[in-house]
Every structure is written in C-alpha cells, then in structure tokens.
C-alpha cells in the first residue's frame, strides 16, 4: 500500500502520456511529427530544461477542447490515486493554450469536469495552481491573470514555470502583487537550474509561499538556515531532477542533505509521464537508491500535508 500523500508539484500538461497525445492529435486533426509512440518515444532523452520544454510544448498542441482537458485529468487522477495521492495541487499553463487559440474557460472548465468529482470518483481532493510562463512577458501574464478572474472559484493560487534561467522572478512582482489582492496563493519554480538568488527573489519580491525545486539553495548556506528558520515548503521532484539534469545520477541527489538540514522538503512528480515515474515512483526510488528510511518517508508523506494549501481540519481528515 503506497503511503497517503499530498501531491504539491505537478504540471498537468506533464501528465500527458505518449499515447494520449497522439490520440488526441489525431482526433483534432493536429499534425505531430510522431508517427506513432515508439518514435515518439524516442525523443524522450533530455538534456537540460529547456529541451524538455520544446517537446512538452509540442505535444499540448492536441490538447483543444474541454473533454481533452477533463481526460487528461482524469487519467492523472486515476494514476495519482493508484499511488497513495490524496489531495492534489495541479498546476497548468493557460498561456501556452491561449497562445494557440484555445480559450481560458475552455481549459479551466475541462479540468473541473474532472477535478469536480474527483472526490467522489478517486478518492483525492484538489485545487488548480495557475502557472506563468516566465520567459513570456510581464504584460502577458497579467493579461492571463485578467482571463482567469471569472474562473478564480476554481484556482487556488499562483505559479511561475518555464525557462528558468536569464528569467528571475522579479519581473512578475505586479502580477503576483495583484494576485494576491485577489486572495490568491502564491509559489513559485526557483532554483531547478537557477542560482540561489532566485529563490530569494522569489520569496522577498513575489511573496512566495512555497518554492517549486529550491535545489540550488544547498550552494547558500545562509539562505538554507532562512529556510529552515522560516519553514519554507521546498517541493521536490528527484526523477525530473536526473531526467532534466539538475543532478547526474539520483545517487548523488541532495534530498538526504537537504532533509538532515532540517528543510520542509516533499517529493512530487513534476511530468510524470516525461520522467518515467508518478510520485510514489518518486517515493520507491529515494528510498532505495537514497536509502531513505521508512521514517523518512513518512516525514515526506507528513510534510505535503503540512504544506498544502488545505485547511488544518481537511489536512487530519487526509492522514
Ligand atoms: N514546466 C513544466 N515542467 C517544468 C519544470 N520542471 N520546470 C519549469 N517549468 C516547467
Ligand atoms: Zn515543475
């Protein structure tokens, strides 16, 4: 039995499986330059961010109308349940469907015919994370916060996501400012390929509550002892971290170190069906080839509880 867990870092466009893709492509007469799943398989192999970026940007083009965003949550919350998940903070990228066409309600109303009774149908409980693309304009991503006011009983909060580096954060202060005047959460992706800096950033200018990665805080001694200090939740993903290239080999990954320094650290998936593994995949794997104990996993598993987004009530319903 997979331990009861709160999945935090999950990009619902990264849930998309080859095969869903290209059926959804070929049901919506979008051209992929894929014949079929083995060769796109094949273009599985990445070698930083970015490349990743080029081919999970490309693969949402068959993503078009509300049923194709209700079945792609649908088969990540299925997967997600099957692997101890029961309370889920989706992000996704209204940006990079607007920017084909594809309207804000569409998207948002699509995932909810799913996220809606996914109680009901899995067992797991959600919310919706709206993410800005930060190698896009401040502009756009205020136009986007604009789009998503009549669907912001849907949303829980903010995020920041893509290009990581030449991108700091402080360019997004406006919009995570009126973002937060709308009650609005706020996290952000800091230090997945970036330098410690932008974790501060991210924290001091856009006020945020969590960061997504945080891995190059273990280069700042200073600013891990601020985040221990401030309880700062860290959500980790170590399989995208080997797939992506933040860490050679997950031997060598630093969540042990970062765990023994005291950081609020969780383990999520990121884009599952990119990294050759769901979350509790993610759990199997620190634990053997990190060797960390079954205590320690129950502190990751306690950890995503503590910091979610749930209320405290719903939190020891969860566990
Ligand atoms: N978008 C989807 N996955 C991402 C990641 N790991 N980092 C930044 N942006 C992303
Ligand atoms: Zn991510």
């Not at 094949?42 to 961010?49: E, I, M, N, V």
């Not at 800005?132 to 009549?150: G, N």
Request: with cysteine; charged share 25%; proline share 5%.
């Amino acid at each position: 039995m997979p331990l009861p867990k709160a999945e935090l870092h999950v990009h619902i466009e990264g849930t998309l499986e080859p095969e869903l893709a290209l059926a959804l492509a070929a049901r919506n007469g979008v051209e992929l330059p894929y014949a079929d799943t083995e060769e796109l398989r094949k273009a599985y192999q990445f070698s930083d961010l970015q490349s990743f970026l080029h081919l999970y940007y490309e693969l949402m083009a068959g993503l078009r109308t509300e049923r194709d965003f209700e079945e792609l949550a649908d088969a990540y919350l299925a997967r997600a349940a099957a692997q101890g998940v029961r309370h889920a903070e989706i992000f996704f990228d209204p940006q990079a469907h607007l920017a084909r066409g594809v309207e804000m309600g569409t998207v948002v109303e699509g995932l909810w015919r799913a996220l809606g009774r996914s109680e009901a149908a899995h067992g797991v409980s959600t919310q919706l994370i709206m993410c800005f693309l930060r190698d896009e304009s401040a502009e756009s991503a205020m136009r986007t916060l604009d789009a998503a006011k009549p669907y912001l009983d849907r949303i829980v909060g903010v995020g920041l996501d893509s290009a990581e580096v030449g991108h700091p954060p402080g360019k997004f202060r406006e919009v995570y400012e009126a973002a937060a005047a709308l009650g609005l959460r706020r996290v952000a992706h800091a230090g997945e390929e970036g330098p410690p800096a932008y974790i501060s950033e991210a924290l001091d200018v856009l006020g945020a509550e969590r960061i997504d990665h945080g891995l190059s805080c273990m280069k700042d001694p200073a600013l891990v002892e601020r985040l221990v200090r401030e309880r700062v939740p860290l959500t980790v993903c170590p399989l995208s971290n080997v797939r992506l290239r933040a860490v050679d080999i997950l031997a060598q990954h630093p969540l042990p170190a970062m765990l023994d320094a005291g950081l609020l650290c969780t383990v999520n998936s990121d884009d599952p069906a990119y990294f050759g593994g769901y979350v509790d995949d993610n759990f199997h794997a620190v634990h053997e080839t990190l060797g960390l104990s079954h205590e320690r996993l129950r502190e990751l598993a306690r950890n995503s509880f503590l910091a979610s987004f749930l209320e405290h009530d719903e939190e020891r319903r969860a566990r």
